[in-house]
């Protein structure tokens, strides 16, 4: 599996250090985080290719605020959601708000990684449509990407 950014999400830190440290082990840049807070902040200030979100998380936001904070940042991340409470019905609101897929805890290690490079494959091919939406736009109009760029500068 090619490297990738992941982002990982879960308040029980033997789990988090656990999974961050096994897909480290398969050559991913994975970073984890102890709170849809954290998560937040991560997202704002890197881009992530995949995050692993823990729903039920205690605090002052939860797995499904989480995700429609990270979405509303980078739209295009892919997000894989993890439950241990059996809470489907909070999963399938997930997947309407955009996550990707969900998995029940505990979870396998394999199932995962198929999940993760599912999930990558979806938003680098995102990706790839928007890089070849953006080329075709500079080779008909030049003009006008280059005023984009110099404004994007700016900010």
Do not use: C, W
Request: aromatic residues 6%; charged residues 40%.
């Amino acid at each position: 599996m090619d490297s990738f950014r992941v982002l990982v999400v879960d308040d029980e830190e033997d789990f988090l250090e656990t999974l961050v440290n096994r897909l480290k082990k398969r050559n991913l840049d994975a970073v984890g985080v102890k709170s849809g807070e954290e998560a937040v902040e991560e997202i704002r200030e890197k881009r992530y290719d995949v995050v692993i979100l823990d729903i039920k998380m205690p605090g002052g936001m939860d797995g499904i605020e989480t995700l429609r904070e990270i979405k509303r940042i980078q739209p295009l991340v892919e997000v894989l959601l993890l439950t241990g409470h059996a809470s489907v019905e909070t999963s399938i609101e997930g997947m309407k708000l955009g996550a990707f897929d969900y998995l029940m805890k505990p979870i396998k290690l394999e199932e995962l990684l198929v999940k993760l490079g599912q999930a990558f494959e979806k938003k680098d091919t995102h990706d790839q449509k928007i890089r070849g939406a953006k080329i075709k736009e500079l080779m008909r109009f030049p003009g006008r990407v280059f005023k984009q760029i110099k404004e994007e500068d700016k900010e």
